[in-house]
């Protein structure tokens, strides 16, 4: 009997979600502090205070630029790659991307290695995103998650792959700060953790090219009957082959301009919510670092943690609320979740306070996973990809945007209130809600 609803373990991307992600948390942690200690020796010669304000301000001019870059340059390649996965093979987004990370991070252990200039990270951002970047890679797991599981079962699917990522995301964080300190008796420090990167990357290339399957599509009842009449926000389920191949007759004079409008408020709410999610996870590296935390590698890495612990209690919130309550419901108390969280940030100053902040945003990543999973069930199972790379490259340049203009707030209010950033992500957030009513 072949586990979860019929399909073959080598259809599962888990595998490529859960690789790729402790990758990434092992790489996020050492560029920051790759970056910081650049700074750091530039600015050794200045008094103490005086230093603290330079290295603020050089790191976060740092990330302005690479953020820019590496946002920027996925909207050369990730449409057309997209494009491809849905025409010519699903694994196309998947495995060009993860040769691009593996090329970019690889620049990273030669820059430690050579003593190669910071600015060498602004090639690899671009290599990074001109192979299809994230946006590209997350577009093409979705698309294979979707592909396999039933519009009934759906929400859960998505929040299970995000679930794995947070996992893997916890552990790597966990380990990062040991791992770039460690050995450095006999390597220079952030050696054994980038090289650890690299490995993970290397892994799920050849996981991807050689053992994973892409699974056929589920049947949906948008397949089965167009234009079934939406009901409060959803598509009902599919019951049964009378009731499912009968559509109202409201929805049959006028079948598709009710999924467009759905399609275009669940876009706004996504890039609304992502708006306050990147600005306030944009800043707060530096905010950690920055007095009165003062965070040093091993605290950052708990830090990161704390964070991807969220995955664990999305996953749960989802798998209890998918049984009571509509999708709809599930995005605003998402919402809710970080947005009280976020504002609670804004006057962290003690590190109880920070874990405090992180609890109570527990059900954060509920909202974009389910209105993925929305969206899927309002177009054919040949369109997710170019769908899903849409609403991916929506919140790339929202990012974008919102991380030079956050980090710009951040330089300007640091010395006024370092946590205004924060309030501006709850406002935001806030905004996030009217689309959803």
């Not at 059900?363 to 899927?376: D, E, G, Q, V, W």
Request: aromatic letters at 12%; glycine letters at 8%.
């Amino acid at each position: 009997t072949l586990p979860r609803g019929g399909l073959p373990p080598q259809t599962w991307v888990e595998p490529v979600v859960a690789g790729s992600q402790l990758a990434s948390a092992f790489y996020d942690t050492a560029l920051l502090l790759v970056v910081k200690n650049y700074y750091n020796q530039t600015n050794s010669t200045a008094p103490s205070h005086l230093m603290q304000d330079a290295q603020q301000k050089a790191v976060s001019n740092f990330y302005i630029i690479y953020n820019l870059v590496l946002g920027l340059s996925p909207l050369v390649s990730a449409y057309g790659l997209s494009k491809l996965g849905d025409k010519v093979h699903r694994k196309i987004p998947i495995c060009l991307p993860l040769l691009g990370y593996l090329g970019s991070k690889s620049l990273l252990l030669l820059l430690i290695l050579l003593d190669w200039p910071i600015e060498v990270m602004y090639g690899a951002a671009a290599f990074n995103g001109l192979t299809g970047g994230f946006t590209t890679f997350w577009a093409g797991i979705m698309a294979l998650g979707s592909l396999g599981s039933s519009e009934s079962r759906r929400s859960l699917r998505l929040i299970i792959i995000e679930l794995v990522y947070g996992l893997a995301g916890f552990l790597g964080s966990m380990a990062s700060g040991y791992l770039f300190v460690g050995f450095s008796d006999r390597y220079r420090e952030g050696t054994v953790l980038v090289s650890c990167s690299i490995a993970c990357y290397a892994f799920c290339l050849l996981y991807s090219i050689f053992v994973l399957i892409v699974p056929k599509s589920a049947p949906s009842c948008t397949a089965k009957a167009k234009g079934v009449e939406e009901v409060g926000g959803q598509v009902p389920a599919c019951t049964g082959a009378a009731e499912s191949a009968q559509p109202s007759e409201s929805s049959s004079k006028a079948p598709v301009t009710p999924s467009k409008l759905i399609i275009i408020l669940l876009f706004v709410a996504a890039i609304l919510y992502d708006l306050a999610v990147v600005g306030a996870m944009n800043v707060l590296p530096l905010f950690l670092l920055r007095e009165p935390l003062s965070w040093n590698a091993v605290q950052i890495g708990y830090g990161n943690a704390a964070g991807y612990a969220i995955f664990i209690t999305s996953f749960l919130g989802v798998f209890v609320f998918s049984k009571y309550l509509r999708d709809i419901t599930m995005i605003i108390i998402g919402v809710v979740s970080f947005t009280v969280g976020v504002i609670i940030m804004a006057f962290v100053r003690w590190t109880f306070l920070f874990y405090i902040a992180r609890a109570v945003m527990l059900f954060a990543l509920i909202p974009l996973p389910t209105i993925r999973s929305m969206l899927s069930k309002h177009v054919e199972g040949s369109s997710y990809g170019k769908v899903f790379v849409l609403l991916q490259l929506s919140l790339v340049i929202t990012g974008v945007v919102t991380s030079t203009v956050f980090n710009k707030i951040y330089q300007s209010t640091l010395n006024w209130y370092s946590g205004f950033c924060f309030i501006l992500s709850f406002l935001a957030g806030c905004l996030s809600l009217l689309p959803l009513r």
